[in-house]
């Protein structure tokens, strides 16, 4: 069962989760409206990669910055900065692979605290989420 959840620039569905693949990965689509970005930011422990389905991406991975359509696959290894946006007028969507899984927790997370605050996460909720999963601001 795929549950669609609202976020602050765009909205994910849950493909795959860490319960349904046994810890190996789980997959979100995501949604990006236009104007969409995130922090930059490493995740330690995980490997995240994108396949793009619709529109256009694009993600700052190290120093190398990649506009991505669609069918075109992008990978960020564990450690390395990066940061997705969505710079064009029209919505962009894309698959978000995550290994080892669980990653889906935050973003269904993020989606809950912003719908439970009209719409904007307030900065200490937003930090105190973001601590409890593999993420660090760069």
Request: negative net charge.
């Amino acid at each position: 069962m795929s549950i669609t959840y609202v976020m602050e620039t765009g909205s994910v569905v849950v493909r795959a989760t860490a319960a349904e693949t046994g810890g190996a990965y789980s997959i979100v689509e995501y949604t990006a409206q236009p104007g969409h970005s995130r922090s930059r930011h490493i995740h330690r422990n995980m490997i995240e990669a994108f396949l793009v389905l619709e529109g256009e991406g694009t993600f700052e991975v190290g120093e190398r910055l990649v506009t991505a359509g669609p069918g075109e696959f992008i990978t960020v290894a564990r450690g390395v900065p990066h940061n997705v946006f969505n710079r064009t007028d029209a919505p962009a969507r894309w698959l978000e692979i995550y290994t080892p899984a669980g990653f889906e927790a935050y973003l269904i997370e993020m989606a809950e605290a912003a719908a439970a605050n009209g719409g904007s996460i307030p900065a200490e909720v937003r930090a105190a989420i973001t601590a409890r999963h593999d993420i660090e601001r760069v």
